[in-house]
């Protein structure tokens, strides 16, 4: 089974994926939060960051947009770099994109997609597709599925929901299996893998599943992919050491080149909302993190989190 890690905005940026990948591992392929093309054909540093950053082999960006123009400069773009792969993003469900018809907003118009993958598609780089399940009805599904079956797309990542749940609600595993059956492509599942026994249940349901991709369920319990993948786990006081160097790791990078107590906590406290999730007494871990004004107060609520030990 491989397994990818779902690109969360603002939390598995370059930063955070280059010391999963030396500290903890399990992970096959990280994502890229989402690249967006600025107007004047231009990306930010910090998009460009990402993708610049020699990870190639392990990395596969991934891009929102609704044009050919734009699949078109992300596809050119990064074969430059050296990419083999990259990932449209047809899921987002944050309602300024979804009003743009982009993210899971584009999944109501699946003529628009087989126009930008009919103009914008070839043989240059391989195309994976990250969506839901529809945005306002599941009755969505297989419009856009007949579309990309006319297609060379490498995987499908669907997440279970509709765009307009956002994170709500129950998967929907019966249009999941749905998709399964309508796609001539291979199917990622994504959604909802919190623990091992997540993951257990839904092979269960989808023995042919060969790719799962977990998200906040790794932020959580960070060594959920070596559990997953059935490696013996390094020992409680090993797992505090490895937390450690991890968020020592991430905060010199954050250091190194954000100036100003108020930017580089920008970054650092929201990681503690998951990260505290790893740690003995974590509401106490997380409420003493969140007070942390300044880095001298920030760095003695660190200092606590680690003294209270790590979960079994």
Known sequence: MQLSLAPLQGFTDLVFRRAF?????????FYTPFLVLQKGDELKSSHRREVESGEEE????????NSVKEFVFFRDY????GYKKMNWNLGCPFP??????????????????????????????ELSVKMRIGYESSNELEAVLQVLNKFNIAEIIIHPRLGKQMYKGEVDMSAFE????????????????????DYQQRLEQFP???QVMIGRGLLHDLF??????????PSVGERLDLLEKLHGEIYDSYSSYLSGDTQILSKLKPMWEYFASNF?????????????????????????????????
């Open 21 to 29: 990948a030396k500290y903890i591992g399990g992970i096959d392929y």
């Open 58 to 65: 392990k990395l596969i960006p991934q891009f929102i947009g």
């Open 78 to 81: 990064l074969t430059g770099l």
């Open 96 to 125: 300024m994109l979804v009003k743009k018809k982009k993210g899971s907003g584009l999944l109501s118009y699946p003529e628009i997609i087989e126009e930008v993958l009919s103009e914008g598609l070839d043989d240059k780089i």
């Open 178 to 197: 749905k998709a399964i059956n309508l796609s001539k492509h291979p199917i990622v599942y994504n959604g909802d893998i919190g623990a091992l026994e």
């Open 208 to 210: 042919k599943l060969k």
């Open 224 to 233: 959920l992919p070596l559990k997953i993948k059935g490696k013996e786990l």
């Open 280 to 312: 003995n007494n974590e509401r106490k871990v997380y409420k003493a993190i969140k007070k942390a004004g300044g880095m001298k107060k920030y760095n003695a609520a660190v200092a606590f989190a680690f003294q209270q030990g790590v979960k079994e």
